[in-house]
């Protein structure tokens, strides 16, 4: 582990609107808020939607608006997410993240990896927290 970079995470508990409430905030496509995106990948916020990269985009909403706020770091942010309590976890209309996705940060982060990259691994480049978004994008 860095002793720049240790892994320490405490928990932050940033006041997340609804995302009903700051979608006009947000970049639009079609009409729909755009949580983030990347050349394979657009996450739209559609609150009311059921499927896997809905509920993906609820848990980057809720770590982008905990980011955003200030209160804590990566590490902060994952280790206080909230946890899906519906199975499959994208059932769920409140942001929230499966309980994997803190699982293999925490691992990636204790195998020395930076938060940056632990945080891409985790939630974007590997989707190691989000199978079923895996199996619906043929990966």
Do not use: K
């Not at 980011?67 to 804590?72: C, H, V």
């Not at 590490?75 to 942001?95: G, I, L, N, Y």
């Not at 982060?109 to 691994?121: C, H, I, L, P, T």
Request: overall charge negative.
């Amino acid at each position: 582990m860095d002793a720049q970079d240790p892994f320490e995470p405490q928990r932050v508990d940033p006041e997340v609107p609804d995302p009903e409430d700051r979608s006009a905030e947000l970049p639009q496509h079609d009409g729909r808020p755009v949580i983030g995106s990347t050349p394979l990948l657009r996450l739209e916020l559609q609150r009311a939607q059921f499927e896997p990269l809905a509920g993906m985009a609820r848990c980057a909403y809720w770590m982008q608006v905990c980011l955003l706020s200030g209160e804590g770091n990566v590490d902060d942010c994952a280790f206080s997410a909230p946890v899906c309590a519906a199975d499959p976890t994208w059932m769920q209309e409140a942001p929230c993240c499966p309980a994997a996705c803190f699982e293999r940060y925490r691992e990636a982060r204790e195998q020395g990896v930076s938060r940056f990259a632990a945080f891409m691994r985790t939630y974007h480049t590997e989707l190691q927290c989000f199978p079923a978004v895996r199996e619906q994008l043929g990966r």
